[in-house]
């Protein structure tokens, strides 16, 4: 079973494949920062400081909360991620939290299609 390791709390979770890291945390007391739980307010956020790989796909939610900056250093809604079959390590900062928490969602690119 893949280990959740909660840096800020110093805690470390065995926890099953495929668990949601939010809902774990909040299960087992791992202290990440909530609120909402689904992709909207960004209070979740989380660097994967180990273990990225182990990470599901990102989810619409975090692309559009996080937008590429923040995903491309890294960071991931804890209540759209899940980790799959590997050990993992994440931290949380609060002037990040803060930052994400303002940011407006991107609209999501719709395709032009022409009707004939």
């Known amino acids: 079973m893949p280990k959740i390791h909660f840096i800020n709390s110093n805690k470390q979770l065995e926890v099953p494949e495929n668990s949601n890291i939010l809902r774990m945390s909040l299960r ?3 202290e990440l920062p909530n609120r909402c739980g689904g992709g909207i307010c960004g209070t979740c956020v989380f ?6 790989e182990f990470l599901d796909n990102v989810k619409i939610q975090e692309r559009r909360k996080l937008g590429e900056e923040w995903l491309g250093e890294g960071y991931r809604l804890g209540c759209q991620t899940f980790v799959t079959n590997g050990d993992i390590s994440i ?5 990040i939290t803060e930052q ?4 407006k969602p ?5 395709e032009a299609t022409t009707a004939k």
């Open 28 to 30: 087992y007391d791992g």
């Open 47 to 52: 660097k994967a400081d180990n273990g990225a």
């Open 91 to 95: 931290s949380w900062d609060e002037d």
């Open 100 to 103: 994400v928490k303002k940011r």
């Open 106 to 110: 991107d609209k999501l690119q719709k």
